[in-house]
């Protein structure tokens, strides 16, 4: 793949800006506590502004990477961002973070379009999976050099001397640093995308295109109509939704349903990142039954795997299980975002990978939500049902839950060649 240089010079980039994208949220957090110390709420906002922009930043993403430049896209994109995150530090304002979270998630959704539009001109039908998976690893791979980078910036900032330029702004604000680091990341991005080579992609020039609000809605049209497309969404649905769920209900189910503590917890999520790297791998392996069916086996796993866990309360298992998790989890998406791709025309392949990002922070959210809902309501005792021994408390009933939709999602998955 590093062979290709348009490929090389995009993961790259991308790694770099990643990277930056992981110290920027610990930055937004820890900015956020700082600048409310007294609203436990304020970090739960940042969270919630980030997700307001999928509703509608994305389809304008999506119709802009068809009838625009791709690569200028990003590229604008990318200066935006810096600009924005650059500014962060000079307003110390909780408004005003929630607004430039608000911005830079807004243009990363306008990125992410054009990015995924761009890949199949990029690669080969053939190596695309490949491609996803190191373009997803990079999006990972910066996690664990990300938090000891942010909290040596933010040492930085704390030893800052008050004599220097900006020195009791940047030493009152410890996570000035953290975000002028994550705005050069995105200079670092642009410049690496600068130097590909790229066909515009999208509408051919010249054409008559519709209307703009109308082509907001071709992406998620264009997927509805075809068996294999409406299959791999729900695909790309029932697996975020589990992650989710997982994610919400994670540390309960660490700290009330297993019996451990923090540290176990973050032995769990590393797990499970583990067995994302192996399912970089795995994806790599070319079934003779078709892609289609290794994303219905995914699910079926993921689904599987968190039944299990709603029924065993063993740490050790609970590692274990993190593991596959992670290694589904990461097939399932690599394989139906490569197939989304591959299927997708050029020319209104934008506006279907909008589609599929909007589909994947919903489902996040929808799964981390309803996670978080079935616990609530779950009695305190747990469920008790008659003339069975098995007593699932509410993290349990949550990921039950989870795993028998993921399963069920299995089901919608077809094969291209059923396609009339």
Request: net charge positive.
């Given at each position: 793949?590093?062979?290709?240089?348009?490929?090389?010079?995009?993961?790259?980039?991308?790694?770099?800006?990643?990277?930056?994208?992981?110290?920027?949220?610990?930055?937004?957090?820890?900015?956020?506590?700082?600048?409310?110390?007294?609203?436990?709420?304020?970090?739960?906002?940042?969270?919630?502004?980030?997700?307001?922009?999928?509703?509608?930043?994305?389809?304008?993403?999506?119709?802009?990477?068809?009838?625009?430049?791709?690569?200028?896209?990003?590229?604008?994109s990318?200066?935006?961002?810096?600009a924005?995150?650059?500014?962060?530090?000079?307003?110390p304002?909780?408004?005003?973070?929630?607004?430039?979270?608000f911005?830079?998630?807004?243009?990363?959704?306008?990125?992410?379009?054009?990015?995924?539009?761009?890949?199949?001109?990029?690669?080969a039908?053939?190596?695309?999976?490949?491609?996803?998976?190191?373009?997803?690893?990079?999006?990972?791979?910066?996690?664990?050099?990300?938090?000891?980078?942010?909290?040596?910036?933010?040492?930085?900032?704390?030893?800052?001397?008050?004599?220097?330029?900006?020195?009791?702004?940047?030493?009152?604000?410890?996570?000035?640093?953290?975000?002028?680091?994550?705005?050069?990341?995105?200079?670092?991005?642009?410049?690496?995308?600068?130097?590909?080579?790229?066909?515009r992609?999208?509408?051919?020039?010249?054409?008559?295109?519709?209307?703009?609000?109308?082509?907001?809605?071709?992406?998620?049209?264009?997927?509805?109509?075809r068996s294999?497309?409406r299959?791999?969404?729900?695909?790309?649905?029932?697996?975020?939704?589990?992650?989710?769920?997982?994610?919400?209900?994670?540390?309960?189910?660490?700290?009330?349903?297993?019996?451990?503590?923090?540290?176990?917890?973050?032995?769990?999520?590393?797990?499970?990142?583990?067995?994302?790297?192996?399912?970089?791998?795995?994806?790599q392996?070319?079934?003779?039954?078709?892609?289609?069916?290794?994303?219905?086996?995914?699910?079926?796993?993921?689904?599987?795997?968190?039944?299990?866990?709603?029924?065993?309360?063993?740490?050790?298992?609970?590692?274990?299980?993190?593991?596959?998790?992670?290694?589904?989890?990461?097939?399932?998406?690599?394989?139906?975002?490569?197939?989304?791709?591959?299927?997708?025309?050029?020319?209104?392949?934008?506006?279907?990978?909008?589609?599929?990002?909007?589909?994947?922070?919903?489902?996040?959210?929808?799964?981390?939500?309803?996670?978080?809902?079935?616990?609530?309501?779950?009695?305190?005792?747990?469920?008790?049902?008659?003339?069975?021994?098995?007593?699932?408390?509410?993290?349990?009933?949550?990921?039950?839950?989870?795993?028998?939709?993921?399963?069920?999602?299995?089901?919608?998955?077809?094969?291209?060649?059923?396609?009339?």
């Amino acid at each position: 793949m590093f062979a290709v240089p348009n490929f090389r010079r995009l993961f790259w980039g991308q790694a770099i800006s990643a990277l930056g994208d992981w110290v920027g949220t610990f930055a937004f957090i820890v900015a956020a506590q700082q600048l409310a110390p007294d609203q436990p709420v304020a970090v739960g906002g940042i969270l919630v502004i980030r997700l307001i922009p999928s509703f509608f930043a994305t389809p304008i993403g999506g119709v802009l990477s068809d009838r625009w430049d791709r690569k200028r896209i990003m590229i604008a994109s990318d200066i935006a961002r810096f600009a924005v995150i650059l500014a962060v530090p000079f307003v110390p304002r909780l408004g005003a973070l929630y607004g430039f979270a608000f911005a830079v998630e807004a243009l990363s959704l306008v990125f992410l379009p054009a990015r995924d539009a761009s890949l199949p001109n990029i690669v080969a039908t053939e190596r695309l999976e490949a491609a996803n998976a190191l373009i997803m690893g990079s999006s990972f791979g910066g996690i664990p050099l990300s938090a000891p980078i942010f909290a040596g910036l933010a040492w930085a900032g704390m030893h800052y001397p008050a004599w220097l330029p900006m020195g009791r702004p940047i030493r009152a604000h410890t996570f000035a640093f953290a975000f002028v680091f994550d705005a050069f990341t995105y200079l670092a991005s642009a410049a690496a995308i600068w130097r590909m080579q790229l066909p515009r992609g999208g509408v051919p020039a010249g054409a008559a295109p519709e209307p703009f609000w109308e082509s907001m809605t071709d992406g998620v049209r264009y997927m509805a109509r075809r068996s294999f497309m409406r299959g791999l969404a729900i695909a790309v649905a029932a697996g975020l939704l589990g992650g989710g769920v997982l994610f919400a209900v994670g540390v309960g189910y660490v700290s009330e349903t297993l019996g451990g503590s923090s540290v176990e917890f973050g032995w769990l999520m590393g797990l499970f990142g583990a067995g994302m790297v192996l399912g970089f791998l795995a994806s790599q392996v070319r079934s003779p039954r078709g892609a289609a069916w290794m994303i219905r086996g995914a699910l079926v796993g993921m689904g599987a795997v968190l039944t299990f866990m709603s029924v065993v309360s063993v740490l050790w298992i609970g590692y274990v299980l993190a593991i596959a998790f992670g290694l589904a989890f990461s097939v399932a998406i690599i394989l139906a975002m490569s197939a989304v791709q591959a299927h997708a025309p050029d020319e209104v392949r934008g506006r279907v990978m909008a589609a599929v990002h909007m589909l994947v922070r919903v489902s996040l959210s929808v799964g981390a939500l309803g996670g978080g809902a079935i616990a609530s309501v779950v009695p305190e005792r747990g469920l008790r049902p008659p003339l069975v021994p098995y007593h699932p408390d509410k993290n349990q009933v949550a990921l039950a839950v989870a795993g028998a939709l993921i399963a069920a999602g299995s089901l919608a998955v077809r094969a291209p060649e059923s396609e009339a």
